[in-house]
């Protein structure tokens, strides 16, 4: 390599800058391999999760065992206990999250996360909304049980529906509903049967998630390298003191 006054350009060894490109060329190898690995697993779970709704039923899955962020489809009714989960915002406003029971036809009932519901003006009201009749098939998500880290928990009313409560544990819940799984459903969006405002974030990283991933690191690997040998083949010794290029 030589440059436009022919002076010749050669590698010239800098062991700084090797090894900080073996340090970390390695790393984002790794990285985006990881994510590789983590978008087959996704996929694999993701399979598994449509082979399991194609074979079945809402009582052979809450038996097996339920995975977060699992889709679902219940039909069955909605029940009379519903919990209003406080400090929730939406765009700055503060308001509740809806949980009411939902008694499918057949298997154990479940909580139902509806969305959110705007909170009245004064602490003394609470929001009112409609719990539709009748047997309705619903489309959500399973989901944990709202269990945030709170300063101080406002005891709950002992008496009437809806209550208002800053966490709702399972074991709680349990003691109005016996038979409650171990994950509530989150309705999938605005559309569904009894649903407020469902309009949730992504709580599921999808494969093509991963594998964007995986390209970035890999990305940047390659420009790591390519780097690396511009700036190696740039040092050229003494002669590049009158080099500008």
């Known amino acids: 390599m030589s440059d436009p006054q022919g002076k010749a350009r050669q590698w010239q060894f800098d062991w700084k800058l090797l090894v900080f490109a073996g340090v970390f060329l390695p790393l984002l190898i790794g990285l985006g391999l990881w994510q590789l690995d983590r978008a087959g697993q996704k996929q694999q779970m993701l399979d598994q999760w449509q082979q399991d709704a194609a074979v ?14 699992r889709p679902m489809t219940l039909t069955g009714m909605y029940g009379d ?14 308001g509740y999250e809806v949980l009411t029971a939902f008694h499918p036809l057949e298997g154990p009932p479940v909580l139902v996360n509806r969305g959110w ?24 998500r399973l989901s944990d049980y ?30 109005e509903i016996p038979g409650l ?57 003494a002669n590049n003191d009158n080099d500008n290029g």
């Open 81 to 94: 206990h519903s919990w209003l989960l406080d400090n929730r915002t939406r765009d700055g406003i503060p």
């Open 146 to 175: 709202p269990q945030p880290p709170v300063l101080g928990e406002q005891p709950m009313a002992k008496h009437g529906w809806p209550r208002r409560v800053q966490s709702l544990p399972r074991e709680v819940a349990l003691k």
């Open 117 to 140: 519901i705007q909170a009245p003006r004064t602490r003394e009201q609470l929001p009112v909304f409609d719990t539709p009749e009748g047997i309705f098939s619903l489309a959500g």
């Open 56 to 69: 079945l039923a809402w009582p052979e899955l809450a038996a097996q065992g339920l995975d977060s962020g």
């Open 181 to 237: 799984p171990d994950s509530v459903v989150r309705l999938a969006d605005s559309d569904q049967p009894g649903a407020l405002r469902a309009d949730w974030t992504p709580d599921l990283m999808g494969p093509q998630t991963h594998y964007g991933y995986a390209a970035q690191w890999f990305a940047l690997a390659l420009a790591l390298t390519i780097l690396t040998v511009v700036a190696s083949y740039r040092k050229t010794g």
